[in-house]
């Protein structure tokens, strides 16, 4: 067939399933369930529990080994996780090792892959935009993960705009090349994103959705072949959203998804050897995965994310909000999550506090605003707090007690949301500083204040911090309102008037809190100005840590390029040879 026909023909039949897939939804949806789902995520209980499988070589498989999860709300064992043991790795490192390096897909090899993912992002955005898909989504995030209706459903959207912006021809500029002209005629050299082939992600229990498939994406469109390990607690989300991706076309051998333990999960990672492993997670698990896997990890490690508010007060209901939904949505659970708060003395004249209080006392159990904590126990966090509270000069400006009248399992924490104020004098000594600034992943934060003069031990406490993930800083203040602007300038008259050179500047410091903080500090995500979060990051800009040669970013073409892909150069080098051309001498 003529080439340009056929081409034609093909588009054409890959519209027409196009339209096909997208009316057989709309047809079954008003008749059947959710087609690709294998739950009903409102009938999940200790009488029907679900289950959660394993994915490799293209086939479901369960197991021997079945975790069985508590519902956190409950107690009740509500969800069956069939585990792979040392035992059953074989099949998972088999099919990470029929992967070449060169991987699934490259400029060279498959680009039609390119498109298909394009069209597989089409049609999942597609998906999570029927209001039924994006509530099974959301719902089955509460049900694991809870937190409130509105937190989760932000993670489903995220996770739709973001197939929203992959969609057509946006995988394939993600592999876009340069070139470069030669030395001579015929030589030229040109850049190439490559894949790495086969990979691994790891990804925690807090964004049960969003975290893995936008890593899982980002690997598949630079044409990689992933094993996905979610923490278990959570897994049952995205095996529910592997089977979307299948439902729309993703090929069933393209990912291997599953469920162990951390040491299961290490030995399959050292004898499948994948050539790049992206972890999201503890930063002490992170340590030990760079030193297993030899330097081959990039990590979006956890943070002690903090806020400082800087000296122009204003808007003090809206900041107050913001730091109420940073510290204290999804109970304070996001790797985002405002961690300590450092106050500008004038703030400290504000109601600001009191206002935060307010906001954080509305949040309840019923709707989960505030709920449970699922990696430290009740007993844990106040332990932390009765510490915090030995340091001179510390008191508890609100919670500080646990959730009553609840029926979350003991395994898990449950305190209302709690800030304690700690001086930061005290912070910066060399015995408190560890216990301060100890990461609580649930409804905790620790609040400071600062005099104008102090900014320096503000700036020193966030230098000592190990972690960059991120940051705000508060104010609308960029340029001269706090400026200390020391001008001196030395005149000479001549002339009768002011020459050029007759003035001269022996001191100009122009000096802004904002940009002073910013120039001084590296979290990879800071929010600059009033309105700035620590929280919500969106598929629209870069989230991740900086600081750290390993540290992975999420969502954004930068992202997904710098994560899943490396750099090759192919330096064409065609002639012809010049004319009567002839052996040199040696050199
Ligand atoms: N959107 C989330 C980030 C997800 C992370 O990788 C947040 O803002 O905390």
Same mark, same amino acid.
């Not at 209980?45 to 029907?48: D, F």
């Not at 029929?98 to 897909?105: A, D, E, R, S």
């Not at 996001?334 to 405002?338: G, I």
């Not at 050029?500 to 500047?505: A, P, Q, R």
């Given at each position: 067939m003529n080439r340009f026909l056929y081409c034609g023909v093909m588009r054409a039949k890959a519209y027409q399933k196009g339209l096909s897939f997208f009316n057989s939804f709309n047809l079954s949806r008003s008749v059947h369930s /959710? *087609? +690709?789902? %294998? #739950?009903d995520v409102e009938e999940i209980?200790?009488?029907?529990p679900a289950e959660v499988h394993n994915l490799v070589q293209g086939k479901w498989k369960t197991s021997s080994n079945w975790n069985t999860l508590l519902d *956190?709300?409950?107690?009740? @064992?509500f969800i069956k996780v069939a585990e792979v043991d040392e035992t059953g790795i074989q099949p998972f490192v088999e099919s990470l090792s029929?992967? @070449?390096?060169?991987?699934?897909?490259n400029p060279f090899k498959a680009p039609e892959r390119y498109l298909l993912f394009g069209d597989i992002s089409v049609k999942a955005a597609h998906m999570l935009s029927i209001p039924k898909v994006s509530d099974f989504f959301t719902r089955l995030i509460q049900r694991v993960a809870p937190k409130s209706y509105k937190q989760a459903l932000g993670e489903v959207y995220v996770t739709q705009k973001f197939f929203e912006n992959f969609s057509g021809d946006q995988v394939r500029f993600l592999a876009r090349s340069f070139a470069v002209p030669g030395d001579h005629l015929g030589q030229q050299s040109h850049g190439f994103r490559w894949p790495y082939g086969p990979v691994a992600i790891i990804t925690p229990f807090n964004f049960p959705l969003e975290i893995p498939v936008l890593q899982l994406m980002g690997a598949l469109y630079m044409g990689n072949k992933p094993i996905l390990k979610v923490d278990?607690?959570?897994s049952i989300v995205m095996e529910q959203m592997m089977r979307l991706l299948h439902y729309c076309g993703? *090929?069933?051998?393209d990912v291997d998804f599953i469920n162990s333990d951390g040491k299961t999960m290490n030995k399959i990672l050292l004898e499948g050897n994948p050539r790049m492993t992206l972890f999201t997670g503890s930063s002490r698990v992170a340590d030990k995965l760079a030193v297993d896997l030899k330097g081959r990890i990039k990590l979006e490690d956890a943070g002690f994310d903090w806020k400082v508010l800087g000296p122009d007060v204003q808007e003090e209901d809206y900041v107050a909000w913001v730091c109420d939904q940073d510290a204290y949505a999804c109970s304070g659970q996001?790797?985002?999550?405002?961690s300590i708060l450092f106050m500008h003395e004038n703030w400290s004249r504000t109601s600001l506090i009191s206002k935060i209080k307010n906001l954080a006392e509305r949040r309840k159990l019923e709707d989960l605003t505030v709920g449970p904590v699922?990696?430290?126990t009740t007993e844990a966090m106040l332990e932390h707090l009765n510490k915090l509270l030995q340091i001179p000069g510390s008191k508890l400006l609100f919670g500080g007690e646990p959730i009553k009248?609840?029926?979350?399992?003991?395994?898990y924490g449950a305190i209302k949301p709690t800030a304690v104020y700690v001086p930061l004098e005290e912070i910066m000594k060399e015995n408190t500083y560890e216990l301060v600034t $100890?990461? /609580?992943?649930? @409804?905790f934060q620790i609040i400071t204040d600062y005099k104008k003069e102090k900014l320096p031990m503000v700036l020193d406490a966030l230098e000592r911090m190990h972690a960059h993930l991120t940051a705000a800083v #508060?104010?609308? =203040? !960029?340029?001269?309102?706090q400026a200390t602007f020391s001008l001196s300038l030395s005149l000479s008259l001549g002339g009768g008037g002011l020459g050029?050179?007759? /003035?001269? +500047?022996t001191s100009i410091k122009l000096c802004s809190p904002m940009m002073e903080v910013i120039g001084k500090t590296v979290n990879g995500t800071t929010y600059a100005g009033? $309105?700035?979060? %620590? %929280?919500?990051? !969106?598929?629209?800009h870069w989230f991740g840590p900086a600081g750290d040669p390993r540290g992975a970013g999420i969502g954004t073409p930068e992202a997904i390029k710098l994560v899943w892909s490396c750099h090759r150069e192919i330096i064409y =080098? /065609?002639? @012809?040879?010049?004319?009567?051309w002839e052996i040199p001498p040696s050199t």
């Open positions: /959710i *087609p +690709f789902a %294998t #739950v209980s200790g009488s029907q *956190p709300l409950n107690g009740e @064992p029929k992967c @070449p390096k060169h991987g699934l897909h278990s607690k959570v993703l *090929p069933a051998e996001k790797c985002s999550a405002q699922l990696t430290f009248n609840h029926s979350i399992p003991s395994i $100890r990461e /609580i992943f649930g @409804p #508060v104010s609308n =203040d !960029p340029l001269f309102l050029h050179d007759g /003035i001269s +500047f009033l $309105r700035a979060r %620590t %929280t919500g990051a !969106p598929q629209n =080098d /065609i002639g @012809p040879m010049p004319r009567n």
